[in-house]
């Protein structure tokens, strides 16, 4: 089953503006990272965010985490076509061990 | 370089073949994993095992098996058992914490089609 569900589904935008994907997810957590993937490529990890901390920053991206409402946002700032990548939340379940769980992704289109 | 590599990077099998895919590691990990990814479903875990000679079912492992006989290793096979088995199928390793957070270092993948 799916723990994460991240919205849009699809995002299309011009490079230099801000893309915002969010994360919705079910149960209770201990931490929350978000992965790029390349088309038919593999996961790599952006950023991690402990249920303990509400915002973390790495160079162009802002992660927000609001654990009352089971929710986390990924803002990419100044966008650029090499942004181009699917992108998928992953819940750490509280008691869940190393296992993580994986949304269903945003498709980011970044347009020249 | 320290990574994952998987292959074969393609595979085609006909119905009713067992097929193994391999991942190796070299990055020391404990923990090792498999995921399947299907378009619009996100990834989705088969089986996952923390140290050598262990391993727990994840959520869809019904057609699958594995081994862990060496850390470095930890091949996945698709049995005719499996009836939906075309996907796409990712490795993935981490060190291993009994709590707190983990990050994965994934493979390239191994996309399967089955005839």
């Known amino acids: 089953s799916q723990q994460g569900e991240e919205d849009p589904q699809a995002l299309s935008i011009q490079e230099g503006e801000n893309a915002t994907m969010n994360c919705s997810y079910k149960?209770?957590?201990?931490?929350l990272q978000w992965y790029r993937q390349n088309s038919g490529r593999g996961l790599v990890h952006l950023i991690l965010?402990?249920?303990?901390?509400r915002e973390k920053h790495s160079g162009r991206l802002r992660v927000t985490l609001d654990t009352s409402k089971k929710s986390s946002s990924l803002l990419i700032t100044a966008s650029r076509a090499a942004d181009t990548a699917s992108y998928f939340c992953?819940?750490?379940?509280?008691?869940?061990?190393?296992?993580?769980?994986f949304g269903t992704g945003t498709q980011l289109k970044v347009e020249l | 370089d320290g990574g994952i590599t998987q292959s074969p990077k393609y595979l085609f099998r006909k119905e009713g073949q067992n097929v193994t895919l391999s991942c190796e590691q070299n990055?020391?990990?404990?923990?090792m994993y498999w995921y399947r990814q299907d378009p619009g479903q996100g990834l989705r875990l088969i089986y996952y095992?923390?140290?050598?000679?262990?391993?727990q079912k994840g959520d869809i492992a019904e057609g699958y098996s594995v081994s862990r006989e060496k850390k470095e290793s930890f091949p996945l096979t698709v049995t005719s058992a499996q009836k939906n088995p075309t996907a796409f199928y990712l490795c993935?390793?981490?060190?291993?914490?009994?709590?707190?957070?983990?990050?994965?270092?994934f493979g390239a993948g191994s996309r399967l089609t089955v005839l």
């Open positions: 993935a390793s981490s060190i291993r914490q009994v709590t707190g957070a983990n990050v994965l270092t």
């Open positions: 149960t209770s957590i201990n931490n």
């Open positions: 965010i402990r249920s303990n901390e």
């Open positions: 992953a819940t750490g379940l509280t008691g869940g061990g190393n296992k993580l769980t």
């Open positions: 990055l020391n990990h404990d923990a």
């Open positions: 095992s923390q140290i050598v000679n262990d391993f």
